[in-house]
């Protein structure tokens, strides 16, 4: 790889403080092509959609603590929904699938790569915008009407889709399968759109990184986030097209008549679970590597010591993202595929596992030696780690063939995607709201809060989902309406009412998190432009981030992460600051 | 299989959803959403009626026998050993379940039939098994039992639905906007529930009773093509003429062969070990 | 241990779940090594006046340490468990002399076709049950897999047998049951509105039972059989 940065040429594009804004209200804060306001706009949407699929889970979570007992206030849903409020098994499986769709889709992963590819990586390559700004506010206004089309689909006729997020044909395909016509057809529509929206996002992240990085800033001189939104916008350049190109076939075979996944006129149903899972795997760990990124900086920071084999952590992420390629049918072991074909993607599963546990060592060694301050980030970030570990081993069980024919489909599953999912993806979320929160409003988020949000979070959250895995092993199937029809899963009723009073409570704590977030917008401590004391260039300008980032280009003249460092009296050192000593050289690294 | 799998173009699916969700329209199969046939409904002057029995001529076939013995909720409700009842021969030697409704001739319709005509699920039965409603307007959907059914509405020319009532006593409101005889309904939990709903524009319908007759009244005088459906032996039509005031007798016969290809009979559980057994040959 | 696994009634049972405790085993180490490592990081270099962290920026040799005890680790479960998972799910591995009988699923049903006393599916004596699979124990059992509609899946758990139901195509399963009894068989695979329901029972029958019942079950469906043969004329 280059190690000589880019000559850039577009010193015109830096914040000129003598030089008066013009833009209007519109300009500046709705067709905005400021990287930081697209932030921000993705920001607002993601966790408009994050209550949505939060909300919806409180729903499942009614219907399995309570099988069949009218909801307190759900009749107003309606006759088709909730008649008397007892949930209807056409409704359940509606909110299943728009809560599993809405968090993937329009929750975490706006939120990750939305949110912060935009946001932070002009800011941490020294760049003073994205390489094509007006593409970049296209991306979020086509996220738009897709986010519109999704939630429209929950007042036509027939009902949302209800067919699981991974919209398995032909169930999907046929309104006479589901009972549901226009909603099917909305969901395809919106995901379809949404698919240009984040190609338009990752096209620009990609340039961006690969052109505009500040003088100085080499490849191995990128903040870890950098790097893991980097090879995440590969990924979803290489991946989303596959989703497309599915769900356009998903499409015909819904509207216009046509079987590509049919049986009954030669088509496969199997072919949309491959191209699904084609597109699916890799999009697991586009959930996952901005995270791993997020929680580095935040850990590094966090222990006021460099990030632990930073160049290892770079080839783990590579590694992961280049073999998510190879794993897609371990979702479909049961699926009919030929069982030797099983065996081989056993084996590429278990490989996956290993960068995995290079991450996770290296965060440890991170630790090791270290200064740990626990603000509130760190806390997400620690905590990340450890519910992390707990998803990755699952997934062994998981992985292995034979182990997985019992838990296949079960709870089982459901606690291992959330505890990758929400213990992973969305605690490194909120270490990175509360990290960056000052950078993008100038305002601290109330410590004292996060602090009891991140408790509530964490003894909740495995209050809710670690006994899934033991409804898993009975053998509690996953999106079923009411287990209790089964005499064998009969008995779990109480700790499925055990997981729907954790998870309220785990949703109510998420309400303190939102008020907080509001709250601090206005009235957070001024936070200055470096509270956390951190390295990346992200921090060198104030808070908020003008337009612009930067007064003039930035040099850099070391890595990230050099906390404590002996050429500091102070436990950190910009990487923008110039060396007081002839640097040190870095030291010599080898990629596991 | 019978689909009412739509293809309509995409643009269609697309501004009909804008169309739906701009006005709220939750449940365009509910009540409310296809009104007017009341507002359509004028005083017949000098009403006459059709009336007549559906004789049959054949030999009763031997019914299917049901196995409910997997749903003890509604075996219980049985006294005899339950039987599919594809034809049902009165003691009279008539049939019941036959829908009579008037197919040609009407220009002007009465009022709508008096109540909301309501499919009850009872012993994992439709009953009744044929039932009329007016297009536009609602019939009730009744589960009394204490076990999940589905109803699933394949219609053609109507939009069809697919809705589930899980627990007893619980009852929705359907309707089809537009005529179509017959729309079969059919339980995908229980495979042999089989039901059929006739929708008609105009209140001049009705199904034969455990003795065979049948009565359409308030019907304007003049000349009528009358038919009659069966799910197994098809249809037949009648050319009648009403008087003012008076009563026309629309003699209908079934010799229990199969008149129409219509009327064939959605399909149970039993194609598919034929094709186990040409599988079979194959290997 | 039975990791809260229903009881187990096939051959199949033992393996998975000893595979299922040798992962449990192991990951309970590294477990109990990583959250370890964690909680003591956390307790004994958290901040106090005068600690200054040590700026270490890496170890080759402990990257190379943790690269490798992890691959060893997960290549040795991957090796055991694809031998185990071939004998269950190669079709070519399928003992020969099996019980054959087909199941095909439907939104909400499983119509079992018995083979009768010929042990012969495509003969005369075939029989349909509905949502009941009686089987004789101590011979493994090959189910012939269809569907109908949609994509179900065929779920024992107390055989842990788990198998997708595929419209168009025909899969074939195989298990032994060792222990006679009732035994419940569920849909895995979201099929629908009325997928919760879609359940029916497993009966397994000593040798002498079994031929009894097919007796009696196969008298009464020939004579729907029969009644069917009337009603379509």
């Known amino acids: 790889m280059s190690t000589v940065a880019p000559t850039p040429n577009y010193s015109d594009l830096f914040h000129d403080p003598s030089h008066e804004d013009h833009r209007s209200f519109v300009q500046k804060y709705i067709f905005s092509t400021d990287h930081k306001i697209i932030g921000i706009q993705f920001l607002f949407m993601s966790l408009l959609f994050l209550l949505i699929g939060g909300l919806l889970a409180m729903l499942i979570r009614w219907q399995l603590g309570w099988p069949g007992e009218p909801m307190p206030g759900g009749a107003a849903l309606g006759e088709t929904r909730m008649p008397g409020g007892i949930m209807l098994p056409e409704f359940y499986n509606s909110v299943m699938t728009m809560h599993g769709t809405i968090m993937i889709f329009f929750a975490v992963m706006p939120l990750l790569v939305g949110v912060y590819a935009n946001f932070l990586i002009p800011l941490q390559i020294g760049a003073p915008d994205m390489a094509f700004p007006k593409l970049n506010m296209a991306s979020f206004w086509i996220a738009v009407p897709a986010g519109v089309l999704m939630v429209a689909g929950f007042f036509v006729a027939g009902g949302h889709a209800a067919a699981g997020w991974t919209s398995y044909a032909p169930l999907s395909t046929n309104p006479e399968f589901t009972g549901v016509f226009t909603g099917q057809v909305l969901w395809t529509l919106s995901l379809i759109i949404l698919g240009f929206s984040s190609l338009a996002g990752s096209v620009n992240y990609i340039t961006t990184i690969v052109n505009m990085r500040a003088p100085g800033m080499t490849w191995f001189r990128l903040p870890l986030p950098t790097w893991a939104l980097f090879i995440t916008s590969i990924l979803i350049l290489l991946a989303i097209p596959v989703l497309t190109g599915a769900l356009i076939l998903l499409l015909f075979d819904q509207t216009l008549g046509t079987g590509f996944f049919n049986a009954e006129v030669g088509g496969q149903p199997l072919l949309w679970q491959h191209l699904f899972w084609y597109f699916g795997h890799p999009e697991v760990y586009i959930l996952i590597l901005p995270a791993f990124g997020f929680v580095s900086e935040i850990i590094a920071n966090g222990a006021r010591k460099p990030v632990f084999g930073y160049h290892a952590m770079v080839g783990a992420i590579a590694s992961i993202a280049i073999l998510g390629w190879i794993v897609w049918g371990h979702h479909m072991f049961q699926s009919g595929m030929n069982p030797m074909l099983g065996a081989g993607f056993m084996a590429t599963t278990m490989v996956i596992a290993v960068p995995t546990a290079i991450k996770v060592f290296n965060w440890i060694a991170t630790l090791w030696e270290g200064d740990l301050h626990f603000h509130s980030p760190m806390l997400y970030s620690l905590a990340f780690v450890s519910m992390f570990v707990i998803g990755g081993f699952s997934g062994i069980f998981l992985a292995s063939t034979p182990v997985d024919i019992p838990l296949h489909d079960t709870y089982f599953v459901v606690a291992h995607i959330h505890y990758v999912l929400f213990g992973g993806s969305l605690f490194a979320i909120f270490a990175a709201l509360t990290y960056w929160f000052p950078k993008m409003f100038g305002r601290l988020m109330n410590e004292g809060l996060n602090k009891v949000h991140f408790y509530l979070s964490f003894i909740f959250f495995n209050l809710v989902f670690f006994p899934m895995h033991e409804l898993g092993n009975r053998g509690m199937m996953r999106r079923i309406y009411d287990y209790t029809q089964y005499g064998f899963l009969d008995g779990l009723v109480d700790i499925n009412r055990l997981i729907s009073l954790s998870a309220f409570a785990l949703f109510a704590a998420q309400l303190i998190f939102a008020w907080n977030f509001i709250w601090s917008l206005f009235k957070g401590k001024k936070s200055g432009s470096n509270p956390w004391r951190a390295n990346s260039l992200e921090w060198s300008v104030p808070s908020p981030a003008p337009h612009g980032n930067f007064t003039f280009m930035p040099t850099v003249y070391r890595g990230p992460y050099e906390y404590s460092s002996v050429e500091s009296d102070e436990d950190y050192l910009p990487q923008d600051v110039p060396p007081a000593k002839p640097p040190v050289p870095e030291p010599e690294m080898t990629l596991a | 299989m019978v689909t009412f799998h739509r293809k309509a173009p995409l643009w269609i699916t697309t501004s009909l959803t804008f169309a739906l969700t701009a006005c709220g329209g939750d449940d365009a199969g509910t009540p409310g959403a296809a009104g007017g046939a009341d507002d359509a409904a004028v005083e017949i002057e000098n009403p006459g009626v059709v009336t007549g029995t559906v004789a049959f001529t054949g030999t009763a076939p031997a019914l299917q026998p049901i196995d409910m013995r997997d749903e003890p909720v509604c075996a219980e409700k049985h006294s005899e050993p339950p039987v599919q009842e594809a034809v049902v021969v009165n003691d009279n030697g008539t049939l019941s379940n036959v829908f009579v409704w008037v197919r040609e001739g009407v220009t002007q319709s009465g009022a709508a039939q008096a109540g909301t005509p309501e499919l009850d699920q009872d012993g994992c039965e439709y009953l009744p098994r044929v039932l009329g409603v007016q297009a536009g307007r609602p019939f009730v959907i009744r589960n009394s039992d204490a076990v999940l059914h589905n109803i699933n509405a394949r219609a053609s020319t109507n939009r069809g639905f697919n809705i589930s009532q899980p627990q007893e006593g619980m009852t929705s409101e359907r309707s089809f906007a537009t005529q179509e005889v017959m729309v079969p309904v059919q339980c995908d939990v229980h495979s042999w529930m089989t039901a059929y709903v006739g929708v008609v524009d105009h209140p001049y319908y009705a199904v034969s009773g455990d003795d065979g007759s049948f009565t359409i009244e308030n019907l304007p005088p003049g000349d009528y093509v009358v038919e009659a459906w069966h799910e197994e032996y098809g249809t037949q039509t009648v050319d009648v003429t009403v008087p003012p005031n008076g009563t026309v007798e629309a003699p209908f016969s079934y010799s229990g062969e199969t008149t129409t290809a219509s009327a064939a009979p959605p399909s149970g559980s039993s194609h598919h070990d034929l094709a186990f057994a040409e599988r079979q040959r194959a290997d | ?233």
Request: glycine share 8%; charged share 20%; hydrophobic share 45%.
């Open chain 3, 1 to 233: 241990m039975d990791w809260g696994f229903p009881e187990s009634a096939s051959t199949f049972g033992a393996q998975i779940d000893a595979a299922y405790g040798a992962i449990f085993y192991a990951t309970a180490l590294a477990f109990v090594i990583v959250q370890g490592l964690l909680i003591y990081c956390i307790i004994r270099y958290r901040h106090r006046t005068g600690r200054k962290a040590k700026p270490i920026h890496g170890n080759t040799r402990l990257e190379i340490i943790w690269t490798v005890v992890p691959a060893l680790g997960v290549f040795y479960i991957a090796y055991v468990s694809a031998s185990v998972w071939l004998d269950m799910k190669s079709e070519d591995r399928i003992p020969a002399g099996a019980y054959e009988v087909g199941v095909h699923a439907s939104q909400f049903e499983w119509t079992v076709t018995n083979p009768g006393m010929d042990g012969r599916l495509g003969s005369d004596d075939d029989f349909v049950t509905r949502n009941q699979l009686h089987i004789p124990m101590g011979q493994p059992v090959r189910v012939l897999l269809t569907a109908e509609d949609v994509i179900h899946s065929f779920f024992l758990p107390n055989f842990r047998v788990k198998q997708d139901a595929v419209p168009g195509m025909q899969i074939a399963v195989w298990f032994e049951p060792t222990t006679a009894g009732e035994y419940p068989l569920g849909c895995a695979e979201l099929c629908g509105l009325g997928h919760y329901r879609m359940r029916g029972t497993v009966t397994v029958h000593s040798p002498d039972e079994f031929d009894a019942w097919q007796v009696s079950e196969g008298a009464v469906a020939a004579d729907i059989a029969e009644t069917n043969t009337v009603a379509s004329r």
